[in-house]
């Protein structure tokens, strides 16, 4: 009985040999797709989208709240000097006009942030998870509704802030520098909304398209295989992965 022992050793030994090395290679696959992940779902794209996006926020936030403290001291003046003239009346209320405007922008402002910084790190932090490209995919995917909420903030807040320039350099400056700041602040509005038209309109009628074509029936082969987490995704899911996490 022994010598049987021994002499199945050398079997079990190089069955165990190959166990490991074909474990070996499946950590290196996964390893692989893993890294490759990311790239696949567009994790790392969407990432430096929100960094972005809640840094620019924060400088707008900030510049709002700059010219909101400056307008607090322009209106003390008003108050102290104590005229009654009609002028001084108009100034009053752009004075409120302007107060209100610059907190709803340091307002949207600061949820835009808020929202894209927050997105941004539980997303970087499920990176480091087991299958991490994936569930950060999933996050991104799911939030998408929040991050729409937020973009429109961010660019409704740009308009408020033209406002808010606008009335600080009429209570700042005499006439003539008022109203050639105005029409320059006026054409970069028009700009700005012709830039977010062209681009909104071209953006819908390609992801009009490109669903129409990706809406068609799976073939058999693909229906029946089913989809794999481990390997490449098709270029049909590449497509719809990244048609939900493009807001």
Same mark, same amino acid.
């Given at each position: 009985?022994?010598?049987?022992?021994?002499?199945?050793?050398? =079997?079990?030994?190089?069955?165990?040999?190959?166990? *490991? %090395?074909?474990?070996?290679?499946? #950590?290196?696959?996964?390893?692989?797709?893993?890294?490759?992940?990311?790239?696949?779902?567009?994790?790392?794209?969407?990432?430096?989208?929100?960094?972005?996006?809640?840094?620019?926020?924060?400088?707008?936030?900030?510049?709002?709240?700059?010219?909101?403290?400056?307008?607090?001291?322009?209106?003390? %003046?008003?108050?102290?000097?104590?005229? %009654?003239?009609?002028? %001084?009346?108009? *100034?009053?209320?752009?004075?409120?006009?302007?107060?209100?405007?610059?907190?709803?922008?340091?307002?949207?402002?600061? $949820? $835009? +942030?808020?929202?894209?910084?927050?997105?941004?790190?539980?997303?970087?932090?499920?990176?480091?998870?087991?299958?991490?490209?994936?569930?950060?995919?999933?996050?991104?995917?799911?939030? +998408?509704?929040?991050?729409?909420?937020?973009?429109?903030?961010?660019?409704?807040?740009?308009?408020?802030?033209?406002? #808010?320039?606008?009335?600080?350099?009429?209570?700042?400056?005499?006439?003539?520098?008022?109203?050639?700041?105005?029409?320059?602040?006026?054409?970069?509005?028009?700009?700005?909304?012709?830039?977010?038209?062209?681009?909104?309109?071209?953006?819908?009628?390609?992801?009009?398209?490109?669903?129409?074509? =990706? @809406?068609?029936?799976?073939?058999?082969?693909?229906?029946?295989?089913?989809?794999?987490?481990?390997?490449?995704?098709?270029?049909?899911?590449?497509? *719809?992965? @990244?048609?939900?996490?493009?807001?």
């Amino acid at each position: 009985m022994f010598s049987i022992c021994v002499a199945r050793a050398p =079997f079990y030994c190089r069955k165990s040999s190959k166990m *490991k %090395d074909f474990n070996n290679l499946a #950590d290196l696959s996964i390893s692989h797709a893993s890294l490759q992940g990311v790239k696949q779902y567009g994790v790392e794209k969407s990432l430096v989208f929100l960094g972005l996006l809640g840094a620019i926020s924060t400088v707008l936030a900030v510049i709002s709240l700059a010219i909101l403290f400056q307008i607090k001291t322009i209106s003390d %003046d008003f108050s102290s000097s104590g005229e %009654d003239s009609l002028s %001084d009346e108009i *100034k009053s209320h752009f004075i409120k006009i302007s107060v209100v405007a610059t907190t709803l922008s340091v307002t949207l402002n600061v $949820c $835009c +942030a808020c929202n894209s910084l927050v997105q941004c790190y539980f997303a970087s932090k499920m990176l480091k998870l087991p299958q991490g490209e994936e569930r950060a995919h999933t996050l991104l995917k799911q939030s +998408a509704g929040s991050r729409k909420v937020a973009i429109t903030a961010f660019f409704s807040s740009i308009p408020l802030l033209l406002l #808010d320039l606008g009335i600080y350099l009429y209570l700042s400056f005499d006439l003539v520098t008022v109203i050639i700041s105005s029409l320059v602040l006026l054409i970069g509005l028009i700009y700005i909304s012709y830039i977010l038209y062209e681009n909104i309109r071209i953006w819908c009628q390609e992801k009009r398209i490109v669903v129409k074509e =990706f @809406s068609l029936p799976p073939t058999p082969s693909t229906s029946q295989s089913g989809p794999s987490h481990n390997g490449p995704l098709s270029p049909e899911a590449e497509m *719809k992965s @990244s048609l939900n996490t493009l807001v």
